[in-house]
């Protein structure tokens, strides 16, 4: 029975209607940044749409309060889940001091927080993927129970920092979790000219570790792979590849015209599966959530936006004088 599928999980009503409404949060925060970026008050957008369902359901398969999580740069409900909140993610988009990823130094969907254990990540891609196991084995080393987990795309999962990594944490079995959000596309190249076999999965026997393939779109399908694979690790058993399937709604990013590589069609098919509206069905069926409830929780996470975008736009820039501060020695 659909009523049952979060419960045979291990998940409450109210666990499944926070994940629904903090999947709904990422999407109206990706959604106003891009209205702002086409008003010229934010520089850039690399959005999350079409992949909250895999970031929400992965995260709240792990323990906020031990596990360490290294996103890339799409993951705005991976962080949103572990912590970060609307008011620090508007920060960051309009580069103002205040923003906890780099005061404004560097682009949106660099996050890191140490309070929260999001391990900051850098411009190049897949960089996060050998910290993630480095952290992973100095958690080993100092006896604490705790998992890392590691996110990029499949695009990425071809550069030489993913085997490296993986293969390390293979050999001294780590209590790693990376997990690749397979959105079909690495900026104009589609999955098929990027990888010669056919699932990204399919890499993680060379590396002595399971490897799944799950639908993306589910969040409690990720939920479910991504605790078992937590328990797994904290068992001493080492490592996991998942590979969520996804599609990515929006164009690479705000610089980006996807209409050059992608036919109308085919976004609009992706659009007519997107999560948010599938898993909103999913808790209607299940009845959880009624017209009613789904206006409530979108107000108060419009709200939320709402206020975080008056907040960040009129907070104050950084400093100029700070501008070499973090790169050279203080005394």
Not at 130 to 158: C, Y
Request: hydrophobic fraction near 35%; charge should be negative; glycine fraction near 8%.
């Amino acid at each position: 029975m659909a009523e049952n599928r979060h419960q045979a999980l291990g998940l409450s009503d109210i666990q499944v209607l926070d994940m629904y409404e903090t999947m709904l949060l990422a999407r109206r925060i990706d959604e106003r940044m891009w209205l702002l970026n086409r008003a010229g008050k934010i520089p850039f957008v690399i959005s999350c749409q079409g992949q909250e369902a895999a970031q929400v359901g992965a995260a709240f398969g792990l323990d906020r309060e031990k596990d360490y999580v290294l996103p890339y740069y799409r993951d705005m409900g991976v962080v949103l889940t572990f912590g970060m909140t609307t008011k620090e993610l508007m920060l960051s988009g309009f580069a103002k001091a205040e923003d906890p990823n780099s005061g404004g130094r560097q682009m949106p969907g660099h996050f890191g927080q140490k309070r929260n254990r999001i391990v900051t990540g850098s411009s190049p891609v897949t960089t996060q993927v050998p910290h993630a196991v480095g952290i992973a084995l100095a958690g080993r080393m100092e006896g604490k129970d705790l998992v890392t987990f590691v996110t990029f795309g499949e695009g990425s999962s071809n550069q030489g920092d993913f085997h490296e990594g993986a293969n390390f944490a293979g050999v001294h079995k780590l209590p790693v979790i990376f997990m690749c959000e397979n959105n079909k596309y690495a900026i104009s190249v589609p999955i098929e000219k990027q990888l010669a076999c056919e699932n990204v999965s399919d890499r993680a026997i060379g590396y002595g570790m399971p490897g799944y393939t799950i639908d993306g779109n589910d969040p409690l399908e990720v939920y479910k792979a991504v605790k078992e694979a937590a328990e797994r690790a904290r068992r001493g058993e080492g490592p996991t590849l998942i590979e969520t399937i996804s599609y990515r709604l929006t164009p690479h990013s705000s610089d980006d015209d996807d209409r050059t590589y992608r036919e109308a069609d085919e976004v609009a098919a992706a659009k007519a599966k997107d999560p948010i509206i599938t898993f909103g069905a999913y808790l209607k069926e299940a009845n959880i959530l009624d017209e009613a409830k789904a206006k409530e929780i979108n107000e108060r996470v419009m709200k939320l936006v709402n206020e975080a975008t008056d907040y960040a736009e009129s907070a104050p820039y950084a400093d100029a004088e700070s501008a070499l501060k973090y790169v050279y020695a203080e005394k």
